[in-house]
């Protein structure tokens, strides 16, 4: 993380571009707590960039003061991994839909755990593609019917925390979209974390997923942050044993209740610039973009 501090308000990481989410789109608390957290961390919009690609979430460079790259369909966390290798002191954080992130871009999902690249990955779970009409994503279980689906959906469910964590993400995070403090909290741990964080963001779609909407989360979701769960791996032994715990309280159903909070956390393991710098010795000395992953020619 940059080291230098600066004070701004949230509005400040807002550009004036009008925000045209549907009313009462989940993704406006995200948008809230990502500027909010990112004033409270007093980074300068300067050295932070936010990585979209499509769908409704892709659209919140637009909507931030910061750098930005609005990519392509599936293809945000390799550009984002680009950006963090190319320019190590930048902040990177990539902000993309269950069906962006989890459908035509999982290769990339899956792959980012075996990098560690230090980035934090926002994931908007809404369980519908919003942008093209409200069809079934990654996220949506199996015989549930939206309002958009002319039949229930056929398809399993993929559970983005247990995937982040089989992937070897080493922050493992889910938030929820209307209670803003705790996202904003959530959001800073996963920025100030040395890894690949995923924060998995409960956001309800008014528009075209009538099912899980706010009444529904607000019913079930309830905080994880009490002293009976320490999500933090100490020490190499302590790892094997909390990975399957955040995997079990991961699998757990959720028809009627929704932990939120951070399942699985470990800065133990190097990051892919600490494995970079580990072989190149100037690799961190490097001016911004001539950080390299070749050395005489030849793939490190
Ligand atoms: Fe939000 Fe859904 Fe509207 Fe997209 S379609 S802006 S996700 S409410």
């Known amino acids: 993380m940059s080291t230098v501090k600066i004070t701004l308000n949230p509005q400040q990481y807002r550009s004036k571009v009008w925000v045209d989410w549907c009313p009462g789109c989940g993704n406006f608390g995200i948008l809230a707590a990502e ?51 190319a320019n190590p002191s930048l902040e990177v954080v990539v902000n993309g839909g269950d069906g962006d992130l989890l459908g035509i871009g999982v290769g990339h999902f899956v792959s980012a755990g075996r990098y560690n690249v230090d980035l934090t990955i926002i994931l908007h779970n809404n369980g519908v593609y919003g942008l093209t009409k409200g069809q079934a994503s990654p996220t949506l279980p199996r015989n549930v019917k939206t309002k958009a689906l002319p039949k229930p959906n056929i398809k399993d469910a993929v559970n983005p925390i247990i995937l982040a964590l089989a992937s070897g993400y080493t922050f493992v995070a889910r938030a929820y979209a209307y209670d803003t403090r705790h996202l904003k909290d959530v959001i800073k741990e996963a920025i100030r974390h040395k890894g690949t964080a995923l924060v998995d963001v409960l956001q309800p779609c008014p528009t075209y997923n009538d099912i899980n909407t706010k009444e529904w989360y607000d019913k079930r979701v309830y905080k994880l942050d009490n002293e009976k769960w320490d999500p933090v791996v100490h020490d190499e032994k302590e790892a094997e044993e909390k990975l399957v715990k955040a995997i079990e309280k991961a699998r757990e159903p959720m028809d009627e209740k929704i932990p939120i909070g951070v399942f699985y956390q470990n800065e133990l393991v190097p990051t892919y610039t600490d494995r970079l710098a580990s072989r190149i010795s100037n690799y961190l000395e490097l001016p911004p973009a001539k950080q390299v992953i070749e050395k005489d020619g030849e793939s490190l």
Do not use: D
């Not at 909010?36 to 769908?55: D, K, M, T, Y």
């Open 35 to 85: 500027t909010q957290a990112l004033a409270e961390l007093g980074l300068n919009p300067r050295q932070v960039v936010v990585v979209s690609g499509i769908g409704c979430s892709g659209k919140i460079p637009h909507f931030m003061n910061i750098e930005g790259v609005h990519t392509l369909h599936g293809r945000s966390i390799p550009y984002a991994i680009g950006i963090k290798l």
